[in-house]
């Protein structure tokens, strides 16, 4: 990194507009650019000039969201999607095909199991999931079919932490991408290239927007992946026939997944980031170092006052000395565990329901990653859908209840957690 991590998040991936000056990045809201001339749109459409035709491949301020994201993570280049959950099928779109599997760990967002164990199977694709603590386990699970190894790196709802290095070892190993969601971390807490991931994903609706006004999503490449090593990635090595037969990684090198996902993944799957979105992200952005710091300060004030008290079973939060996962923090997010952690309160399920009912400054919502402090009952919502077996091994039993911790004043978030312990187990 040639500038410091606070300087691009203002910087990175934007100029004064060309056009007008204008020192903001403008939210150029338009569906098509005019061509220059016939040959200027045929050069674009064949790849032989970068620029812009139409919205839904390309847009200057989706553009420059995509760069900054991609310098904040260390990456060569990145591609923004509609949403986290879009991000994530974009990423393995070029690996996969019907037959194919990737190996997932078990802690994951629960949409994200949802979407790997049920959507999947509509396109032939599978997921083995696998405890990512059990190193040989994982190494176990990839067969000759297997394209991606899939973790978070602080995974959600628990806020425990992958042990990245090692399992980027087991799929460098068997010659595969690993691809690690970061949203829970943001490139500011953690920045999975440097630990050995081919990929990061992010849900930008979360830290990287921060204020809960829009939804998107973004794949960040490393460009150090080999797609040609072996013939397993046959859309990014071989002759792409839905791309004139263009050879990506050999035309394009450390670009081949940025240019794929775009010219391929964009154009036919259509998720799309809208340029108001990025605007929003793009605000977001230029306070993310010193949002998680807070948000990192105050979880971990939050989740030591919770362990002390005797309504309160125990707290997962990695940055508590007693979790398991704590030893890991140091080496994979120094900057802290983040800020999204479960506890589990004494008298169980009725419990949890009480307690998500009488908190007052905490918002009952399906989201995360916001300034304003959120709580909600993994088991009854976001993890519905998954086995009691799931839920207990994503780390989201009946008996625990997920805080995503905010920036506000930390005293009124501990206030409001006493009194609505209070109210639930009394
Ligand atoms: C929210 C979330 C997603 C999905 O992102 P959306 O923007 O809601 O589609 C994926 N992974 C993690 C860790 C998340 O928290």
Redesign the pocket.
């Known amino acids: 990194m040639t500038q410091g991590f606070d300087t691009l998040q203002v910087h990175a991936g934007t100029a004064p507009d060309p056009a007008t000056g204008a020192r903001q990045v403008p939210i150029y809201q338009t569906t098509a650019y005019v061509f220059r001339d016939a040959d200027h749109a045929a050069r674009l459409f064949g790849l032989q000039e970068v620029g812009y035709i139409y919205s839904r491949l390309t847009n200057p301020t989706v553009s420059a969201l995509a760069n900054r994201i991609a310098a904040l993570e260390g990456g060569v280049g990145a591609v923004c999607c509609?949403?986290?959950?879009?991000?994530?099928i974009m990423a393995l779109f070029p690996l996969m095909g019907p037959g194919l599997n990737i190996v997932a760990s078990t802690r994951?967002?629960g949409?994200?199991i949802t979407q790997f164990s049920q959507t999947f199977k509509r396109f032939g694709w599978s997921a083995r999931f696998v405890d990512f603590d059990d190193e040989a386990a994982v190494a176990a699970a990839i067969d000759d079919d297997t394209r991606a190894v899939f973790c978070?790196s602080i995974?959600?709802p628990g806020g425990y932490v992958t042990d990245l290095p090692a399992i980027a070892a087991i799929a460098g190993k068997a010659g595969i991408p690993l691809i690690v969601?970061n949203?829970?971390a943001s490139p500011y807490l953690c920045r999975p290239i440097e630990h050995g991931a081919t990929l990061v994903?992010?849900?930008?609706?979360?830290y990287l927007t921060g204020n809960g006004t829009v939804?998107?999503?973004a794949i960040v490449d490393a460009g150090t992946f080999d797609w040609s090593a072996s013939g397993k990635f046959p859309s990014l090595s071989a002759p792409e026939p839905a791309y004139h037969g263009l050879k990506f990684h050999e035309a394009l090198g450390g670009m081949a997944f940025t240019f794929h996902s775009i010219a391929i993944g964009l154009r036919d799957l259509g998720m799309t980031m809208n340029p108001q979105a990025a605007h929003y992200t793009l605000m977001g952005i230029e306070t993310l170092s010193l949002r998680m710091e807070k948000h990192v300060a105050n979880a971990k004030v939050v989740a030591e006052w919770l362990e002390k008290d005797p309504r309160v079973d125990y707290v997962t939060y990695a940055g508590l000395s007693s979790s398991p996962w704590n030893a890991r923090v140091e080496k994979i997010c120094p900057k802290g565990a983040g800020a999204?952690f479960t506890f589990a309160v004494k008298g169980g399920y009725e419990a949890c329901v009480k307690l998500v009912d009488a908190l007052q400054l905490f918002s009952h919502v399906a989201?995360?990653?916001d300034t304003r402090s959120l709580v909600i009952h993994s088991a009854s919502t976001t993890h519905r859908q998954l086995t009691p077996e799931q839920q207990q091994a994503a780390g989201a039993a009946p008996n625990v209840v997920r805080l995503s911790i905010g920036i506000e004043t930390v005293e009124d978030l501990i206030a409001d957690l006493d009194q609505a312990l209070t109210a639930a187990t009394a």
Do not use: C, F, I
């Not at 509609?82 to 994530?88: C, D, I, L």
């Open positions: 509609s949403s986290g959950h879009a991000a994530q994951l967002y949409g994200t978070e995974s959600n969601d949203t829970l994903v992010h849900s930008t609706t979360k939804t998107g999503g999204l989201n995360l990653g």
